[in-house]
């Protein structure tokens, strides 16, 4: 508590550490006090199921990512958390062993988790931030907190917009940084992974293209309709090409979008190597080709002009 304290009276620390950073805002922003020790109730059932239903569509999605990624860390003492973008807890998954420690620590379904009402945490500090963060036992703000760790990833949504955070807390008192780095890469895996499938599910008449993930800065994945039109982008996409941060793209030619200098080379090397397997299918057939795509012969013609395939 006193590590918290100092850095809440300094602000100099606070603006060389995230970490502080956070500590202060839970105490000048939110008014927190990092002895209390009282758990906040959680949200009724009504509440929690209307929450539910609003991303329900998101949640069929995300199960079977929750479910694997529970499989690898569960028998370590592990819990897996999804929220949604306001910090409350709408899934989890936890050992037998061990719900009576997550209970205790106020970690259920219907809990709010934001930095708002537990302070400096992984799922509120990573909602706050909007990046992935791990927040080891006494770098929590509530002294109440410090038994756990904490890694999350958020996810965002098809238009760039922030749906939730994925959370592995973890119950080890030996648990070491090492591990945290192993784990927290899970996290980040899971949770680019339900991004991904949620912004495929979202444009399901679309072709997706693929870039390259050097930069670690989640799915990058562009949708593209049967014109050659760019009708979605992940936010990751949208940060890369320098398209609207969020909300409802501008439609744009794909050529437009792949051919700037500044992207990626993936995206033309992913686009190219599509082509070329669906005319391995059609046996070299440009119309078959073009229906397998899912876009019309004229349209494929261009296409493969454009990246020198001749026909």
């Known amino acids: 508590m006193d590590r918290v304290i100092t850095a809440v009276n300094s602000p100099s620390a606070a603006a060389h550490s995230s970490l502080a950073a956070s500590w202060r805002r839970s105490a000048t922003r939110h008014g927190l006090d990092p002895s209390d020790d009282r758990l906040d109730e959680r949200l009724g059932q009504a509440d929690i199921k209307r929450r539910l239903g609003r991303l329900e569509r998101f949640m069929h999605i995300a199960t079977p990512r929750l479910d694997h990624l529970f499989g690898l860390v569960g028998v370590s003492g592990c819990g897996v958390f999804l929220t949604d973008e ?20 106020g970690l259920g379904v219907g809990t709010d988790w934001s930095e708002a009402s537990e302070g400096t945490n992984g799922i509120g500090t990573c909602l706050a931030e909007k990046r992935r963060v791990t927040i080891h036992r006494d770098e929590h703000f509530f002294v109440r907190n410090i038994g756990m760790s904490c890694l999350d990833a958020p996810i965002f949504g098809p238009e760039g917009e922030l749906v939730a955070a994925l959370d592995v807390s973890s119950a080890r008192a ?3 940084e090492a591990y945290n ?3 927290g890469a899970m996290v980040a895996q899971a949770a680019q992974a339900i991004e991904a499938d949620f912004f495929r599910a979202s444009f399901p008449g679309a072709r997706i293209v693929v870039a390259d993930r050097d930069h670690g800065d989640g799915s990058v994945l562009l949708a593209v309709d049967g014109d050659d039109l760019v009708v979605g982008a992940t ?9 609207e941060p969020n909300g409802t793209l501008k439609v744009r030619p794909a050529a437009d979008v792949l051919g700037r200098g500044d992207g990626p080379s993936g995206f033309e090397k992913a686009e190219r190597a599509a082509v070329i397997r669906a005319l391995a299918r059609a046996d070299g057939n440009v119309s078959r080709a073009a229906r397998g795509l899912g876009i019309g012969r004229a349209t494929l013609y261009r296409r493969m002009k454009r990246l020198g395939l001749g026909g």
């Open 86 to 105: 306001t910090g409350l807890v709408l899934d989890r998954r936890v050992a037998d062993a061990d719900a009576t420690a997550f209970d205790h620590w």
């Open 174 to 176: 030996d648990q070491t």
């Open 181 to 183: 780095r192993l784990i």
């Open 235 to 243: 936010r990751g996409a949208r940060r890369t090409f320098g398209l």
